[in-house]
């Protein structure tokens, strides 16, 4: 049997790289789009690159750009995909709001040009999988968000949901939404929080300088591991028929709480003091101020919290988290000791 071809937008971000590992050990081949910039920003790949001279090559990576409409219908026609995984996007929230217009292109657009190449070219094979986001929930009175919870974003960002729907419902294409709450990892981009969070607690246990600047760590996310949910947005595209589903841990914990099980890593124990603006973190050990807030890092409209019902994603592709709060916190934390630990 001819092994699957899967094609993989935003391959260099982190769903997209740990992905393209993970459809390589189930035999796929994979290809990759990754736009043309003048550095290489092919890190996360590097360990699975392989040249497209040498024998039995099943990894390629493609210039483009999911907002070229035509790039997108070239690059498609070419490798003729089984699946589709479609990450590209802009995907920090609070950049989102600095980069309006770019995000909300790219979210949409870049979702329209892939949907619109499928059907012109009407290979009816092709599964597409689309990145959709809890951001839809926005301040959602529901205690837990699932299929059916009203959305009502608070940001330019996750506007491709009912594109998706739409093509689904309109073609007959097996078009699929996963509504993903917060998955992180050691592959995590530096400024989102969770990761400037392990990054810093892992130079600080070298260094014990610096402080730790943050905007709102009172609200709540549903996290989880990010390879675990690698392997739900599998499962959406190996089942009979497409549908929504949510993937989530169905637990939440605040900003606080990530920042308090990092510093517990490093033996530190870290308690706050203050309200608002002037609140602080400070080591109990000798009281000094190692976290601090600011004005700058709070987005115009903030979502205070986020909890996913993954009931159906558990009914119907067996899916469940693997890895809990405090593993994953772990191992983002361990990771980037590793890292400074070669710096130094």
Not at 39 to 54: C, G, K, M, P, S
């Amino acid at each position: 049997m001819k092994n699957k071809v899967a094609l993989i937008t935003g391959i260099t971000g982190q769903d997209g790289s740990i992905m393209a590992k993970f459809l390589l050990k189930k035999g796929y081949t994979v290809h990759g789009i990754k736009r043309r910039v003048s550095l290489f920003n092919t890190d996360r790949v590097e360990d699975i690159y392989q040249d497209r001279h040498a024998k039995s090559v099943n990894f390629f990576l493609h210039y483009g750009d999911v907002t070229d409409s035509l790039n997108c219908l070239d690059i498609i026609n070419k490798t003729r995909p089984d699946e589709i995984y479609h990450f590209a996007a802009q995907s920090h929230v609070a950049i989102s709001f600095q980069l309006p217009v770019y995000t909300s292109t790219v979210g949409t657009l870049g979702t329209l040009n892939i949907l619109e190449s499928i059907r012109l070219l009407n290979i009816k094979k092709i599964k597409f999988y689309n990145a959709s986001s809890s951001e839809m929930y926005g301040n959602s009175k529901q205690k837990k968000q699932d299929e059916n919870t009203v959305f009502q974003p608070n940001s330019p960002y996750a506007t491709s949901y009912w594109i998706t729907k739409n093509y689904r419902e309109s073609y007959k294409m097996f078009a699929t939404n996963g509504i993903l709450f917060n998955h992180e990892s050691e592959f995590r981009g530096n400024t989102f929080v969770t990761r400037k969070i392990s990054l810093f607690v892992a130079k600080y246990s070298n260094t014990k300088k610096g402080i730790l600047y943050l905007g709102n760590i009172n609200s709540r996310r549903d996290w989880g591991y990010a390879p675990d949910y690698i392997e739900g947005i599998w499962k959406m595209l190996q089942i009979k028929e497409p549908n929504d589903f949510v993937l989530s841990t169905g637990k939440n914990y605040s900003v606080k709480d990530f920042i308090v099980e990092a510093f517990k890593i490093i033996k530190i124990n870290i308690k706050f003091k203050g309200k608002g603006l002037n609140e602080v973190g400070y080591d109990t050990f000798d009281n000094k101020i190692i976290m601090k807030i600011k004005k700058e890092y709070f987005r115009p409209n903030e979502v205070s919290h986020l909890l996913g019902d993954n009931s159906k994603a558990k009914k119907i592709l067996k899916w469940k988290p693997k890895t809990n709060f405090k593993t994953l916190v772990k191992i983002m934390v361990l990771n980037d000791r590793k890292y400074f630990s070669k710096k130094t």
